[in-house]
């Protein structure tokens, strides 16, 4: 059972950056697609960037050019670099992970929380 521990989040302001940590308590290189998704108040959970195992990368529109995702095999960790946050990132942001390519994600983690407000 993989378990993933995010860390990084907090209050920043507009225009500021945060790097999000998703630690893995085993091995992601099996791993297919390792995900970052959030949630704002009163909407629903979207993804916002994914990597593949072989280091391919997809990002939301919304956070497209500002956003960038990264993983280190070695070290059982994926990244989430944010900058130029605006107050409308502002969310709760979830790592998961899923073995396949397709279908839902297994594994997620418990969530660190980024508020981009002045």
């Known amino acids: 059972q993989l378990q993933l521990v995010e860390s990084g989040g907090g209050l920043v302001q507009p225009g500021g950056s945060l790097r999000l940590s998703c630690a893995a308590s085993g091995s992601i290189f099996s791993i297919n697609h390792m995900g970052w998704y959030r949630q704002a108040p009163g909407k629903e959970r979207e993804l916002v960037a994914r990597i593949t195992r072989d280091g391919s990368t997809w990002y939301a529109d919304s956070v497209k050019g500002r956003f960038t995702i990264s993983r280190d095999n070695a070290k059982n960790t994926v990244y989430l670099q944010l900058n130029s946050l605006k107050p409308e990132d502002t969310a709760v942001y979830y790592c998961?992970?899923?073995?396949?390519?397709?279908?839902?994600?297994?594994?997620w983690g418990q969530g660190t929380r980024v508020t981009a407000s002045s």
């Open positions: 998961s992970a899923r073995k396949g390519s397709t279908g839902p994600y297994e594994y």
